[in-house]
Nanobody, 122 residues
Framework: VQLQASGGGTVQAGGSLRVSCAFS????????LGWFRQAPGQEREYVAS????????YYADIVKGRFTISRDNAKSTVHLQMNSLKPEDTAVYYC????????????????WGKGTLVTVSS
């Protein structure tokens, strides 16, 4: 399995950005997809995840109402739309796949992408 994240960049506080993750190497719908992030000097934390058929979506409280996760099973891609960004959202964002659960836990992720840097300036 390979995961290629893209779409990171620098945006001002209050702005929006969409990061995407392209999946290859296995059957996409076998996996729940999750986004996690790691800020400098901090541990990686859960951001959002989506079920295999896309019907169920989950969010960390700190991003709920601002971020939206979606998946396109025809294109084997997952997106994270980030609105109302804050400086504390600055981090490397990683996508990960979970073949058993809902990709809510770091330790349950079977494969990771390399990450894409999102920087929110104040």
């Amino acid at each position: 399995v390979q995961l290629q994240a893209s779409g990171g960049g620098t945006v001002q506080a209050g702005g929006s950005l969409r990061v995407s993750c392209a999946f290859s190497g296995d059957t996409f719908i076998r996996y729940a997809l999750g986004w996690f992030r790691q800020a400098p000097g901090q541990e990686r934390e859960y951001v959002a995840s989506v079920s295999r058929n896309g019907a169920n979506k989950y969010y960390a409280d700190i991003v709920k109402g601002r971020f939206t996760i979606s998946r396109d099973n025809a294109k084997s891609t997952v997106h994270l739309q980030m609105n109302s960004l804050k400086p504390e959202d600055t981090a490397v964002y990683y996508c990960g796949v979970d073949s058993v659960g809902m990709a809510k836990r770091d330790e349950a992720v079977a494969y990771w992408g390399k990450g894409t840097l999102v920087t929110v300036s104040s």
